[in-house]
């Protein structure tokens, strides 16, 4: 069995660890691994090296992905199609391995319809939006990264009496802002999923000063409807005429060593392909619900749009006053 490994679109912490397990799992079943750099773009151009167990020594605790990623809009076009299944064709590569999130996926399902090999996704995105698992390679990361750093403008807000606009990543979802609010302890999350109301939030804000507290939190997913931490900052300027100051954590939630979390899961997630190629199966998501390992077709990844949790949605309403 000949088969290859891509990393595609934003990297995510545990990518590493993922490769490493697949490439051991492999070689264990003495498969041929060939690592594709530089995501879809290294496919069309043939930018494949073959891997042995050594070539993944030491990476379980790096940040990045040592195949490195890269959006291609080439690949989105026939002749791009085209030249990536020849190179597929000339290294005689029978399966597929693409680790990322659903614009990844989404190439991946075209490739499949002019390439007979198998291919298999794990998802590896720290936005945590693919249906099919409950938690994402580099999620609990990024949450982690975010926390850290509204711990520490907590107090930084506390001393100077400020209210904070701290804006994470997440333009259609809006699982990091509610995990690291909740976490952080901040007093409103605005995420892409709910309609954002400045007004109330604007009210429960002033609540809260006329109830004693000097300093407040809120934290912005950047796909929120009413703009960006910058734009909202401004808004509620209009309303209140207060200051409020705004961090941007932005890619620092993509970077540093995976926590223990993502580290196992993506172990786990990488010998599952291994396993689900070894099946036979093509066309599918591997993935983690409930403890359970399991398989969803790629598609269905990205149909269906997954929610965010109801109960920490309402919890965060009663915890925030």
């Known amino acids: 069995m000949r088969i290859a490994i891509l990393t595609s679109g934003g990297d995510a912490p545990g990518m590493n660890a993922?490769?490493?397990?697949?490439?051991r799992v492999a070689k264990s079943l003495n498969w041929t691994v060939f690592g594709i750099k530089r995501g879809y773009r290294g496919l069309i151009y043939g930018e494949l090296e073959e891997m042995g167990s050594r070539s993944v020594s030491n990476i379980i605790q790096r940040g990045g992905t040592i195949l490195r990623a890269s959006r291609c809009k080439e690949f989105e076009t026939d002749e791009g199609l085209q030249q990536a299944k020849r190179t597929l064709e000339a290294f005689g590569i029978q399966a597929l391995i693409v680790i990322g999130g659903d614009g990844s996926f989404h190439g991946a399902v075209a490739l499949a319809k002019i390439w007979d090999g198998q291919i298999i996704g794990i998802p590896g995105t720290i936005d945590n939006d693919l249906v099919g698992t409950d938690i994402t390679i580099g999620y609990d990361t990024a949450v982690?990264?975010?926390?850290?750093?509204?711990?520490?403008?907590?107090d930084t807000a506390e001393a100077q009496e400020r209210y904070f606009l701290v804006e994470v990543m997440g333009r259609e979802a809006g699982?990091?802002?509610?995990d690291a609010g909740l976490s952080g302890g901040a007093e409103e999350v605005l995420v892409p999923e709910i309609h954002t109301d400045l007004g109330e939030i604007h009210k429960r804000l002033m609540q809260g000063k006329q109830r004693g507290k000097t300093s407040s939190i809120v934290i912005v997913a950047e796909g929120n409807h009413e703009g960006s931490a910058f734009e909202i900052a401004s808004k509620l300027k209009k309303l209140c005429g207060s200051e409020y100051r705004v961090v941007v954590l932005g890619?620092?939630?993509?970077?540093?060593?995976?926590?223990?979390?993502?580290?196992?899961?993506?172990?786990?997630l990488g010998a599952f392909a291994i396993d689900v190629l070894a099946e036979g199966k093509t066309g599918v998501m591997v993935g983690e619900v409930r403890g359970d390992l399991v398989t969803t077709p790629l598609e269905d990844t990205w149909k269906?749009?997954?929610?965010?949790?109801?109960?920490l949605l309402r919890l965060n309403t009663i915890l925030e006053t």
């Open 18 to 23: 993922c490769i490493r397990s697949a490439v």
């Open 144 to 154: 982690n990264t975010a926390v850290w750093a509204i711990d520490k403008i907590r």
């Open 175 to 178: 699982f990091i802002a509610l």
């Open 251 to 268: 890619h620092i939630q993509r970077g540093g060593s995976p926590t223990a979390r993502d580290r196992i899961l993506a172990t786990k």
């Open 304 to 311: 269906t749009k997954k929610p965010l949790d109801p109960y």
